[in-house]
């Protein structure tokens, strides 16, 4: 199996900065791509980040220009630095990853257990 285990939710005022991690562990080959959504109370879970294996990026419209997803191979873990945090940022997010097993050979999503951020003054 693999396991994502996320960190660095919290509570912050707004305009200020949290970074999340993500770490996959566990029968991992081979990382495809990983990233991050968020769902907020009542909303629909929306995506925020992605990054694929040749750097490719992907970011909402409402988070472009605050926020920067990266990645540490060696490490298995995806980061979201987040900066200018607003109200409308308060959910709780979730990472994936595009795994491939090696024990199986296949290839799945998997998803971390959810980390909340809270920004409120």
Known sequence: QVQLVES?????????SLR??????GRV?????????????????ELVAALTNSGSTNYADSV?????ISRD???????????????????V???YALVRDRATLMRNYYW????????SS
Do not use: H
């Open 8 to 16: 660095g939710g919290g509570l912050v005022q707004p305009g200020g």
């Open 73 to 91: 191979n060696a490490k298995n873990t995806v980061y979201l630095q987040t900066n200018s945090l607003k109200p409308e940022d308060t959910a």
């Open 29 to 45: 080959l081979r990382i495809n791509a990983m990233g991050w959504y968020r769902q907020a109370p009542g909303k629909e879970r």
């Open 93 to 95: 997010y979730y990472c």
């Open 64 to 68: 472009k220009g605050r926020f920067t």
């Open 20 to 25: 999340l991690s993500c770490a996959a562990s």
């Open 112 to 119: 971390g257990q959810g980390t909340q951020v809270t920004v």
